[in-house]
């Protein structure tokens, strides 16, 4: 994916989501208030807009006449009729509009008036004028604006930030991950909201276009290589001779569209006006399936009669465009779906805006960095490269060869990452992450999720594993991703012209870090690399490596526990002081036996007693008891849960703690050290 893109789609898909989508939320609410109007606005209104059912109708004559009498000085536009169910005990009221958009409801058997109603009257029809925006001069604008601002930036911009670079992020993507925590919580559920109601929302927001936008409008036309529908044609009145009936020019249109669900008849507005009626036909195919019919007002000619099903493909595209922009397709389902798909974008606001400001706010707590991920790159097979830099370029607090620093995911999870450039690089840290087979999160967020363009939270640098001030030589060994603070340690170590060898051994040249790196190099004839599927010659000789360590000589080593208890007990055997040797574990073996003994913990803080059972560790019985304890590996090697002792003897497990600190005892790993005796009390 192209982080470029990303960068300045994020900020844009951002701010439409606070601006452009808050008019969207407002439309998406009412939208869906007002999906199942057809059936609620009746049974509402119930003498308003229903009337009993009867077996003979009023002429439409006599409905018009009841209408002018109840609104005399209004001008009429037109009739509207909707068939009734067969059986029903009511049936819909007749409906005059005038051209001031008032309508009068008339019992369609009496012709009584049941009473009068602007077209945005009652809750369903603010809810409407609402959603339309018609409360303002050009609503329409608006709403058109700002559907087509979202289906592009929102929608769209969304879809593609969502998109994950792997197909396996891909499947975590489309799933809701209940047991994050937070902003990440929030993160998670806006991203799978958007995608499945994505579909539902694009459609809705695209078919609104031809009703907000007449250049839309036309474009469907033109685009089918339709012509838009003619005006209607003129009647031709003899002179002095009177109008037909309407209800006879009703009779008529009923011989060609026998019994149809609705029909609008326009009362002509001028003498040589034709009788406009729009129908639509017992088999219409949607609500909006308009078949046009014009009558000559004096003689009862058809004037023009075009079907629904005869119209141009321009045409009917567009009466498909509003039956599937108010989900009048697929009968009730359609509704629903259009409903939930609307009640999708305030959940899509609340998650959006609402995890970005929570981001904005939570509070940085005091050491912590908030960093861009400048560059992430593909180093080798499995391992990313990920630089990152001040937001706004400025310097970053320094850091020397071997430090590392706690990188805080969004899930809640923090990591620890050895930084692997240059400690006399003042603008740039650099981390280097091999995705795990068996991760528990960590190397697959920061491989998966991860991009560039994105704020990364991170602690300062934390020197743990160090050069030490005092050596003449430094002997570097790295074991796989281990090489990380080896590489960075190089580098300083060729800078300041220091004698010093690397030896990086790894399974595969394809799964070997910084190859290329290290070639061009100036150290690159000091280093070593050892491939366990190589020629036995070039296989790394441990003995030989280690023999006779020269006086300031130094060792440095990371990599796997079993690979740095290797070189670790060689050294030692050769006679490696254990203050020379230095050792640096980004994992370890599991720890718990078969023999490990229950213990109780009291924590200081509030005298409480929790008991360790033995197939527990202490870390997992403060957390059931809801103490909160910070951890990251939870394998003894990253010393983040590392707790004070105030009493009892710790049996240390971790390799994070120094032989003098393990002997002070006055701190213990409760992720996996146990105690000697019966209870240890915790500075907790
Ligand atoms: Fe890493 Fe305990 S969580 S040492």
């Known amino acids: 994916m192209n982080s470029t893109m990303r960068q300045w789609l994020l900020p844009l898909h951002r701010w439409s989501g606070m601006t452009v989508g808050l008019v969207i939320v407002l439309m998406a609410v009412t939208g869906a208030s007002i999906a199942f109007r057809p059936q609620l606005d009746p049974l509402l209104n119930r003498e308003l807009l229903t009337a009993p059912a009867c077996i003979s109708r009023a002429s439409l004559d006599a409905l018009t006449a009841s209408a002018v009498a109840a609104r005399p000085t209004a001008q009429l536009d037109y009739i509207r009729l909707i ?231 321009g045409h009917r595209l567009y009466f498909w465009t509003l039956s599937l922009h108010t989900g009048h397709v697929g009968g009730t389902a359609g509704q629903l779906v259009l409903m939930l798909g609307a009640l999708c974008i305030p959940v899509l606001a609340y998650s959006g805006i609402g995890g970005y400001l929570r981001r904005r706010r939570r509070r940085r707590p005091s050491g912590r960095l908030t960093l861009k991920v400048r560059h992430k790159s593909v180093e080798a097979e499995g391992i990313c490269v990920f630089d990152l830099e001040d937001p706004r370029g400025g310097p970053l607090p320094p850091f020397g060869a071997g430090a590392h620093l706690d990188v805080f995911l969004r899930d809640g999870r923090m990591r620890q990452y050895s930084l692997c450039n240059d400690p006399s690089e003042t603008r740039r840290y650099q981390i280097c992450v091999q995705r795990e087979a068996h991760s528990r999160g960590g190397s697959r967020a920061m491989h998966d999720d991860v991009r560039a363009g994105q704020l990364i939270d991170v602690s300062l640098p934390k020197a743990r594993f160090a050069l030490a001030p005092a050596s003449r030589r430094s002997l570097l060994i790295a074991g796989g991703i281990g090489i990380t603070p080896l590489i960075s340690m190089a580098e300083d170590l060729a800078r300041r012209g220091a004698d010093f060898e690397l030896h990086y051994c790894t399974r595969t040249a394809a799964r070997t870090a910084f190859r290329d790196r290290i070639a061009r190099s100036p150290y690159a004839a000091r280093t070593h690399f050892h491939f366990s599927d190589g020629p036995a010659e070039q296989l790394a000789d441990f003995a030989k490596l280690l023999d006779a360590p020269s006086p300031g000589a130094h060792l440095y080593v990371c990599g796997p526990p079993g690979f740095l208890n290797v070189v670790c007990a060689t050294a030692r055997q050769n006679g490696w002081p254990d203050s020379h040797v230095h050792t640096e574990y980004f994992s370890a073996e599991s720890t718990r036996t078969a023999d490990d003994a229950p213990f109780d913990i009291r924590l200081a803080a509030s005298g409480k007693v929790l008991h360790v059972a033995s197939d527990k560790t202490a870390l997992e019985v403060l957390l059931a008891a809801g103490v909160e304890v910070p951890r990251s590996c939870e394998k003894g090697v990253c010393g983040t849960c590392v707790t004070r002792v105030l009493a009892g003897v710790p049996e240390h497990r971790d390799l994070y703690l120094t032989d003098a600190e393990r002997a002070r005892n006055d701190q213990f790993a409760p992720c996996c050290s146990r105690a000697c005796g019966a209870e240890l009390v915790l500075d907790l």
């Open 83 to 313: 068939a009734g169910g067969d059986g029903d005990a009511r049936i819909p009221a007749a409906m005059v509009r005038f051209t001031d958009q008032g309508f009068v409801y008339l019992d369609p058997c009496s012709g009584a008036v049941l009473g009068q109603r602007h077209r945005w009257g009652g809750l369903l029809g603010t809810l409407e004028q609402i959603h339309r925006f018609r409360f303002m001069p050009n609503g329409e604008l608006i709403t058109g604006t700002s559907a087509l601002l979202f289906a592009i930036v929102l929608i769209g911009g969304g879809l593609y930030l969502w998109l994950p670079p792997s197909l396996r992020g891909l499947r975590r993507a489309m799933r809701f991950n209940p047991r994050l925590q937070g902003a990440a919580r929030t993160a998670s559920l806006h991203k799978t909201v958007g995608l499945y109601a994505s579909v539902i929302v694009l459609a809705s927001a695209l078919t609104g276009l031809p009703q907000a936008f007449d250049w839309s409008k036309r474009a469907l036309y033109s685009m089918t290589g339709s012509a838009q529908p003619a005006k209607a044609p003129s009647s031709g009145p003899a002179a002095g001779a009177p109008r037909l009936p309407l209800e006879q020019l009703w009779q008529r249109a009923q011989a060609l569209v026998p019994h149809p669900q609705e029909a609008l008849i326009h009362y002509p507005s001028r003498p040589q006006a034709a009788v406009e009626m729009y129908l639509i036909a017992a088999d219409a195919p949607h609500v909006n399936a308009r078949t046009m019919l014009d009558l000559d007002a004096y003689s009862g000619k058809v004037l023009r009669f075009t079907p629904y099903a005869a119209s141009s493909l």
